[in-house]
């Protein structure tokens, strides 16, 4: 048997400190995982059951890199997240055993066509076209849980050419990482690679060609990423 086309390139992650890379499986995404981030949405941020959307594996961009401003937008806005990585699956994973299966925790950026997100919440249709495009989620190099253990607290931040514009704790999670985990494997199995963008905190805005956007969290570093021309 042979393929009719040539297979596509497999995505992958960067890992801190080594060569070896993370073979990207699924990126799922939570929302509206922080308090205050549900208000500036005009949402309850009460302890509903939490929802999730997913974004291609291939749209993963490395650290440093140039994005161009997306096409049929003009309202491109930047969320800093922190990332977990699955590197044991499972389904039906009890809360209390979660963390055991994430593999490591890397710094991210939900890159957003808020315009086309909020035109498909309004109108009840799915938010792909405005989540799931091209080069819609940088993501710094994965550290491992050997080497940071299983961040629960510490700053969040995300400045754009310099300027503060979210600033949190990730201790504000309305759901936690091993929350998070357990709920989705309840809903289908998890496999390694899979990764999980945890919510963004207040403060999301819009990104402009010529733009540096720097994502940092505490204990992980940073991840940069510079706004080019339109396509």
């Known amino acids: 048997m042979g393929y009719v086309f040539d297979p596509a390139p497999v995505p992958s992650l960067a890992v801190a400190g080594s060569v070896d890379r993370i073979p990207v499986r699924r990126i799922f995404c939570i929302g509206r995982n922080y308090a205050a981030h549900a208000r500036e949405m005009g949402k309850d941020p009460d302890r509903d059951p939490p929802f999730f959307f997913l974004k291609p594996a291939d749209s993963v961009v490395e650290d440093g890199a140039t994005i161009p401003y997306p096409p049929e937008t003009e309202n491109f806005h930047h969320e800093a997240e922190l990332v977990a990585v699955i590197g044991t699956g499972g389904r039906d994973i009890p809360t ?20 086309l997100q909020l035109k498909a919440r309004d109108q009840g249709r799915p938010w792909d076209l405005g989540k799931g495009f091209d080069r819609s989620a940088p993501i710094a190099p994965v550290y491992p849980v050997s080497a940071v253990g299983h961040p629960s607290k510490g700053s969040i931040r995300l400045t754009v050419n310099g300027e503060v514009r979210q600033q949190a704790d990730l201790s504000e999670l309305i759901w936690s990482v091993p929350e998070i985990v357990s709920i989705l494997s309840h809903s289908m199995e998890l496999r390694p690679g899979d990764v999980i963008m945890t919510g963004t905190p ?30």
């Open 202 to 231: 207040a403060g999301v805005g819009p990104l402009v060609p010529g733009d540096i956007c720097v994502v940092s969290i505490e204990g992980l570093g940073e991840l940069t990423t510079r706004i080019g021309p339109r396509e």
């Open 96 to 115: 209390e055993r979660a963390l055991e299966h994430v593999w490591g925790y890397a710094v991210g950026n939900d890159l957003t066509r808020r315009d």
